[in-house]
Nanobody, 129 residues
Framework: QVQLVESGGGSVQAGGSLRLSCAASGTTYSPNTMGWFRQAPGKEREGVAAIKVGGGSTYYADSVKGRFTISQDNAKNTVYLQMNSLEPEDTAIYYC??????????????????????WGQGTQVTVSS
């Protein structure tokens, strides 16, 4: 059973930075795609960034392009989300997710929750103004 554990959340002032980590365990098979999502109170879960584990291609939501960077360390089965220039609008619970399928959404540049089958428990990120 795939297990994903996020860490690195916290509170920061606007303009600050945080780095989230997601460690995967429970299987010898690497996922095809890893992603980061976030969900703010009263809002739907939205895709933030994704990375193709094999080729390293990355995808970002328009709202975070140029500020967030997704990366991976395959030796550690870990994915990172470096978040810079944080804004109060980035406040949310951030979730790591894994996909072992074809991830059709990324063919259209879409990071969709429905394309990911495994999820972490989430980590809170709070950005104050």
């Amino acid at each position: 059973q795939v297990q994903l554990v996020e860490s690195g959340g916290g509170s920061v002032q606007a303009g600050g930075s945080l780095r989230l980590s997601c460690a995967a365990s429970g299987t010898t098979y690497s996922p095809n795609t890893m992603g980061w999502f976030r969900q703010a109170p009263g809002k739907e879960r939205e895709g933030v960034a994704a990375i193709k584990v094999g080729g390293g291609s990355t995808y970002y939501a328009d709202s975070v392009k140029g500020r967030f960077t997704i990366s991976q360390d395959n030796a550690k089965n870990t994915v990172y989300l470096q978040m810079n220039s944080l804004e109060p609008e980035d406040t949310a619970i951030y979730y790591c997710a894994a996909d072992y399928g074809l991830n059709a959404g990324l063919e259209y540049g879409l990071i969709q929750p429905a394309d990911f089958g495994y999820w972490g428990q989430g980590t809170q990120v709070t950005v104050s103004s």
